[in-house]
């Protein structure tokens, strides 16, 4: 089979050269520009799989760099966290010391005071008792009898021993039935009598305590 020879024109040199290949059959380019040119073309082929590699490094790093940069905010709240918890953990141990131990409970009796106001007595209405002194007691309780089912008997009260006052919120009537009368009331002021409102035979005593 003939050989068939391709010329190309030197424009250079005005005239025709024949266009040759090497023995891989490759293009035998002798321009120094296009072997440049070539030869970037064929280092950027080379490189396309590096390339590919390289992108996809990329992303990871991007993603790495997304989780250092949120781990990086959160330097700031951490350390306020940590120290906000280390003191709730003291205010704890401090309850807990102080809630620790037993609490002692009194199981004594209350402190009591009891005395007469009139035993079997004959009273004139607006009579009064002897003073009792309560500085020592909170609350006190009157009791006993009356002759008139009707009758009653009133509080008075007294800081110096020598001026009494009526407490007219403390005033106690006896059962119609029997003549029963009871009655409590607060010991605010220090010394109270007990004034009697009906001309009647009374046996009356009082109980105070702490």
Known sequence: ?????????????NKNVILEVD?????NVKDITAQG????????TANISADQATATNQSTANMSLTNIESSVANL???PSTATLQTAANLSLSNIDSALAGTITVSSS?????????????SKTAGDLSSSVDGNAQRKC??????SSNSGSVKVHISNDD??????????????????????????????FKIEFMDTATYTLEYAMCD
Do not use: K, W
């Open 1 to 13: 089979m003939p050989s068939s020879t391709m010329y190309v024109r030197d424009t250079t040199n």
């Open 23 to 27: 023995g891989s059959n490759q293009l």
């Open 37 to 44: 040119s070539l030869s970037t073309i064929s280092a950027a």
């Open 76 to 78: 700031t709240s951490d």
């Open 109 to 121: 009796a209350p402190a009591r005071s009891s005395g007469q106001l009139a035993a079997s007595a």
């Open 141 to 146: 309780s009157i009791f006993g009898s009356c």
């Open 162 to 191: 020598v001026n009494f006052y009526e407490d007219n919120q403390a005033q106690f009537y006896a059962n119609y039935s029997n003549g029963h009368l009871a009655g409590s009331f607060n010991i605010n002021a220090r010394y």
